[in-house]
């Protein structure tokens, strides 16, 4: 059974800085392009960044050149640095493969304060 576990959110003022965490179980790491995934109030969730086993990555538009993903295969862990965080980054943020095709974890709550 799969197991994703999101962690490292907050709540952080405009321009500030956190790190989220994922971590997983089971050999999904080993295979699949992994993503970031965001769901604000009110809204659908939506992949915000993804990288590939080969660490080639893609961002939306509204986080490029403020955040960064990265994994570790041998930790079965993903990251995503996310800088210069604004209001509208604001919601839960879930891991999962790009697909989004595995049990979707508890997902850690991002709050960025105006």
């Known amino acids: 059974q799969v197991q994703l576990v999101e962690s490292g959110g907050g709540l952080v003022q405009a321009g500030g800085s956190l790190r989220l965490s994922c971590a997983a179980s089971g050999t999904i790491f080993s295979i699949n392009t992994m993503a970031w995934y965001r769901q604000a109030p009110g809204n659908e969730r939506e992949v915000v960044a993804s990288?590939?086993?080969?660490?080639?990555?893609w961002f939306t538009n509204s986080v490029k050149g403020r955040f960064t993903i990265s994994r570790d295969n041998a930790k079965n862990t993903m990251y995503l640095q996310m800088n210069s965080l604004k209001p509208e980054d604001t919601g839960v943020y879930y891991c999962n493969t790009v697909y989004g095709n595995k049990p979707w974890g508890q997902g850690t709550q991002v709050t960025v304060s105006s």
């Open positions: 990288i590939t086993l080969g660490g080639n990555t």
